[in-house]
């Protein structure tokens, strides 16, 4: 991904942070289910990597005595200096983490933002550096198998690329081998959520309020226009076993690990 469409994806969560809390809804599910699988070890310092609005900041701190935000966003992390106070901020990209992390942390997670990375293995190598010798790391985001009923409407309407590319779930067991972790003991799960939407329009409007609407498949040929919206909305109204139901799943990979 060249250096505009990073800064593409930056500013358009940026843009949506006022919006992000209340359309968040997968994101607030996912990290509830990441929370569920932390022990409660009195953690002293956890660090948080693409923190958003920072939304489990309260629960971080039942966790651990001091918590560190990251994120690129520039908007993001001014909510949540002016919401958290007590919270340290960092202004930078977690695939630099070597550059902008320069203590260590007993705990380190991430919910619902790796999926952007654009250099996983690195990402996870730089893990142990920002670690203590007894750390754990926790990490959720959806990979490949998320949003397959709006990628099937998409390609029935003859469109195709509109659903950016998840990493798969070998690919991530993959980098995770690469990252050589020896150090670590790690689990790799995943687990299948679906929502309920009225209708195909909410869940795009859904994904464009929280500002997770930077395409990056390469299939894309143009954007996406009102017709297409209209063709979208006409096809899944016309398919759907029940009116005013249209079903999104998320398959949310969990990484869980341990240093030993």
Not at 92 to 121: A, T
Not at 188 to 193: H, K
Not at 229 to 254: G, M
């Amino acid at each position: 991904m060249s250096a505009t469409s990073v800064n593409e994806i930056i500013d358009n969560f940026g843009s949506k942070t006022k919006f992000y809390d209340q359309y968040s809804r997968i994101q607030k599910l996912s990290g509830q289910m990441l929370l569920e699988r932390i022990p409660d070890l009195n953690f002293q310092r956890v660090l948080d990597l693409g923190c958003g609005t920072g939304f489990f900041i309260p629960n971080l701190q039942e966790l651990a005595r001091q918590v560190t935000c990251l994120d690129a966003s520039e908007q993001m992390i001014g909510f949540v200096k002016a919401h958290y106070p007590t919270v340290d901020t960092i202004l930078g990209n977690f695939d630099d983490l070597d550059n902008y992390v320069k203590s260590n942390y007993d705990l380190i997670v991430s919910n619902y933002s790796l999926q952007w990375s654009q250099n996983l293995p690195k990402l996870f190598a730089s893990i142990p550096r920002c670690s203590t010798k007894k750390a754990m790391f926790a990490f959720a985001f959806p990979v490949e198998g998320s949003l397959s009923e709006l990628k099937q409407a998409f390609r029935a309407i003859g469109e195709d690329g509109f659903i950016n590319e998840f990493y798969t779930e070998a690919q991530v067991k993959q980098y995770l081998a690469d990252a050589k972790l020896n150090n670590y003991s790690v689990s790799v799960t995943t687990e299948t959520v679906r929502l309920v939407y009225p209708g195909v329009l909410d869940v795009l409007r859904s994904i464009s309020k929280v500002g997770a609407y930077t395409n990056t498949n390469e299939k894309r040929e143009h954007r996406l226009s009102k017709k297409i919206i209209r063709d979208l909305v006409q096809y899944t109204q016309k398919n759907s076993e029940k009116a005013n139901v249209f079903n999104i799943s998320w398959k949310i990979c969990f990484i869980i690990g341990t240093r030993v």
